[in-house]
């Protein structure tokens, strides 16, 4: 059954911590859901720019430098198992290295549920673990508002 932002809020985690979010999954999500979402976070956060990851080509000398030159910009892939396992390793340092407020959001999205991208192998141990933080299941969920959508993900991901 699908779950509304109301029903969500109904467990909210304690306000007192706060953290930079640096990335967000929507797993279990078809393409155009995904999307959706993530252009509706991108909305709410108020971003600088939409960008999708897989169709931009990356230098993994300068990797750090290009996406630091992105700023407050968002970055889409549409499907994280389809990443080659270098461009994985980039990201996972990158994330590890900048949590700042002035960096690129990272939206991960799959198809597939986060026990079928461990099963899978298709994704680095790495990479899953930090996927396993902020993540959602996006098939549990019916998207009403914007609204809705800022409150939901403001109180899960504590998002300032």
Sequence with gaps: ALISFQERLAGVVDEAETTTVTHIGLLNANDTKAH?????????????????????????????????????????????????????????????????????????????????LVNEGQVMTELLDILSHNSIDASMIEFATKTELKDYFHHLLKIN
């Design 36 to 116: 959706k979402i993530a252009v509706d976070l991108h909305d709410v956060l108020e971003r600088r720019g939409f960008l999708p990851f897989l169709d931009l080509t990356w230098d993994k000398e300068t990797f750090n430098e290009e996406l630091l030159g992105l700023g407050r910009s968002t970055l889409f892939i549409s499907e994280i198992s389809k990443l080659s396992f270098e461009i994985q390793n980039l990201i996972v340092s990158h994330l590890r290295q900048y949590q700042v407020f002035a960096s690129p959001l990272f939206i991960f999205a799959s198809q597939k549920t986060y026990e079928q």
